[in-house]
């Protein structure tokens, strides 16, 4: 078994929210408007921070976009969403944080990357500008090396030592080798710059489930700086958030991770939430946060030829989360509600009973009824049609929520 830290000691405040330290793994996601476009850009932080995204990034890679920070972050403010504001800056970091000290006040947190900040001397000095810029405004910094935008120099350098020395090292192990020792030596930077170790987060982001999993074991040994957490692409759909839990569920499990993003690949026109549903589903699964509340709902097979319970299971999902923002601020635990809707005899009831709310709909061949479980007892039958189920099933949640779950002291 690897031997990891399971807490990093040192937490770093980003805004109104602590990462590592002990605290709870923080959700964070990545808007993909045209930052420069702060009304779109805004409306899709706002999107993603209600959606459960307790810290939202944006892209800075232009003078427009950076000038359109501050913007952002009012409206953010105006509809009450506090969710941190970061800064995803490459290339040219330092001049967009000198030249726009406005954007540089108005977010919370900046992410550097080390393998494209600059180039031989040039690199040390253009990623000690922006250290310095987060000293002078008292911001943390997450320096976030990638496998696809590596230091080319520190990888030849590598590859060369491997061949000379004869080490017989692979091409995969150097790469992962030069990840960690990117992000430690910058680290070591950035603390000469002047930046303390509790404004540094720091990432090293691979695609591949098994490289993210060696890469950050070994990262866990060598820092104990919060650690930010997720693959550089996930890809789409299934692929992508198989590919995620695979990666991050193995870690999680071993405490390492102080945040986590979900980089899923949207389909186009699809809904950006998706990434931020899949962070907190990951967390929620391996009993580290509850966000909301859970719907356990039968695969289906030969008894369940009607679709019924699946129409029931995906609308009752999709008005949890309409609800969540509501609830959440309004109602004190309920995001640890469990549901079942299930479609046949066989787990129905035992699934329903186990649940806080629970309904066994009929499968084939059983007789038109729907018994409805209440903390493990047996509270009605429901019969009808799908919209009549639908529109008594939900009232019976509301009517749990408001009775269980006391409100929120001011």
Not at 136 to 165: A, C, F, Y
């Amino acid at each position: 078994m690897p031997v990891v830290k399971l807490h990093r000691t040192v937490g770093v405040r980003v805004g109104s929210v602590q990462v590592g330290g002990g605290a709870p793994v923080v959700v964070q996601s990545m808007t993909m408007t045209d930052t420069a476009d702060a009304a779109a850009t805004a409306q899709q932080c706002i999107e993603l921070a209600e959606a459960g995204s307790e810290m939202v990034r944006v892209t800075v890679n232009l003078p427009e976009a950076a000038a359109a920070v501050p913007e952002i972050k009012r409206r953010m403010l105006d509809a009450g969403v506090t969710a941190p504001l970061i800064g995803d800056f490459h290339y040219n970091g330092h001049l967009l944080l000198t030249r726009h000290p406005d954007c540089a006040a108005a977010l919370d947190k900046y992410r550097i990357n080390p393998g494209n900040v600059g180039t031989g001397r040039r690199r040390d000095e253009q990623f000690t500008t922006i250290c310095r810029v987060a000293q002078e405004h008292h911001k943390p910094v997450r320096i976030g090396v990638n496998g696809g935008s590596l230091n080319q120099e520190l990888v030849v350098q590598r590859m060369q030592e491997n061949t000379d020395r004869d080490l017989g090292k692979t091409s995969e192990e150097i790469i992962n080798e030069c990840m960690v020792l990117s992000a430690v030596q910058s680290t070591e930077l950035a603390l000469e710059a002047g930046l303390r170790k509790d404004q540094i987060i720091i990432s090293c982001k691979t695609s591949r489930p098994r490289d993210l999993i060696a890469v950050y074991r070994d990262l866990a040994r060598q820092t104990d700086q919060p650690l930010h957490l997720g693959l550089t692409e996930a890809g789409m759909g299934t692929k992508g958030l198989v590919w995620s839990a695979a990666a991050m569920g193995v870690l999680l499990n071993e405490g390492i991770g102080d945040t986590v993003r979900v980089s899923l690949t949207p389909r186009p026109g699809g809904d950006r939430r998706e990434e931020v549903y899949a962070a907190c589903e990951l967390l929620q699964a391996l009993g580290l946060r509850s966000f909301s509340p859970s719907v356990t709902a039968c695969p289906g097979c030969g008894r369940t030829t009607s679709s019924t319970f699946q129409q029931l299971a995906e609308r009752t999902q999709d008005y949890i989360r309409e609800r969540m923002p509501e609830w959440k601020a309004s109602r004190e635990g309920v995001e640890t509600m469990t549901l079942a809707v299930m479609g046949c005899v066989v787990n129905g009831p035992g699934e329903s009973k186990a649940a806080n709310i629970g309904i066994s709909l009929p499968g084939t061949g059983e007789a038109p009824n729907c018994p409805v479980f209440i903390d493990g007892q047996h509270y009605t039958t429901l019969r009808g049609t799908y919209e009549e189920l639908d529109v008594e099933f939900r009232a019976l949640l509301d009517r749990y929520v408001e009775t269980k779950y006391p409100l929120r002291q001011p």
